[in-house]
């Protein structure tokens, strides 16, 4: 996908990290969706708002897969689909104003061609996808190390790793030691950094969509924990790593 697009769409990512960072000094309007843990807040719908008309404005074909606003199903991954998820970490955001993102990841007939993820507070951009590399803001990331699953550290989500689903405490145990920022899109910053070698959680396809382009783009593979292709549909159990990592824990 051309670098003219990637170039429009970084504008505005930039611009809605303006506006989440003009908003975070306020006071939020926080409202409860699923459980008392699963808030949604004014910034989120504005931010969403906000990109989706940017698309529409240019794009008025493409389909658009989003968080909130009942924006969250569509029949199939045919076409161009955005995926966006206007703040991802939004209990962080809640919390400590920091350790959240901006994503959006734009798919061809399921294919994944350009990923974003803005850490809003840190000013950083993680962008790019096939042909066109990975970039922090404009410097290009070298990949990191193709480490094995004992070599390095794992992010896991907090309720699946103390509940041991699938028995991920073992992949903890055997290797370095784990970690959870509460953040998928920062998850997956780390594995773009090196600092994390996989990430195990159960997530939307507004999660894992924009991080999923860059990873791939270093080698990295993913799926759902029970081995099959990513759904791009519901909830799922979820694992990316590094293809050595990946193959070792996945028995691939
Ligand atoms: C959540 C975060 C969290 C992950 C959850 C996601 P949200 O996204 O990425 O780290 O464990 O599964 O739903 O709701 O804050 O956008
Ligand atoms: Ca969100
Ligand atoms: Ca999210």
């Not at 404009?138 to 992010?155: M, Q």
């Not at 028995?167 to 145990?173: A, D, R, T, Y």
């Not at 959870?180 to 159960?202: D, P, Q, V």
Request: aromatic share 10%; glycine share 10%.
């Amino acid at each position: 996908m051309s670098n003219a697009l990637a170039q429009t769409i970084k504008a505005w990512v930039y611009e809605a990290g303006e506006l989440v960072l003009k908003r975070k000094e306020s006071q939020l309007q926080i409202s409860i969706k699923s459980s008392r843990s699963d808030l949604v807040s004014n910034v989120d719908y504005e931010i969403q708002r906000f990109l989706i008309a940017k698309i529409e404005s240019k794009f008025s074909k493409d389909k658009i897969l989003a968080e909130e606003d009942k924006r969250n199903s569509l029949a199939d991954m045919s076409g161009r689909v955005w995926l966006i998820d206007p703040i991802d970490g939004t209990i962080n955001f809640v919390f400590q104003r920091e350790n959240f993102a901006i994503m959006i990841g734009v798919y061809e007939d399921g294919v994944g061609k350009l990923g974003f993820i803005y850490d809003v507070t840190r000013q950083k951009l993680y962008w790019g996808g096939p042909g066109i590399g990975v970039f922090c803001n404009e410097k290009k990331l070298r990949p990191p190390k193709n480490l094995g699953a004992k070599d390095g550290l794992w992010a896991v989500n907090a309720g699946m790793y103390a509940q041991n689903i699938e028995n991920i405490q073992i992949i903890g145990e055997n290797s370095m030691g784990v970690r959870m920022i509460g953040s998928a899109g920062l998850e997956f910053i780390s594995m773009l950094k090196g600092n994390t070698i996989g990430y195990i959680s159960n997530l939307y396809p507004w999660d894992y969509a924009p991080g999923m382009v860059l990873v791939q783009e270093f080698g990295f593979k993913g799926s759902g924990l029970d081995g099959l292709a990513l759904k791009f549909k519901d909830r799922q159990k979820f694992i990316v790593a590094t293809a050595c990592a990946y193959n070792e824990v996945m028995g691939s």
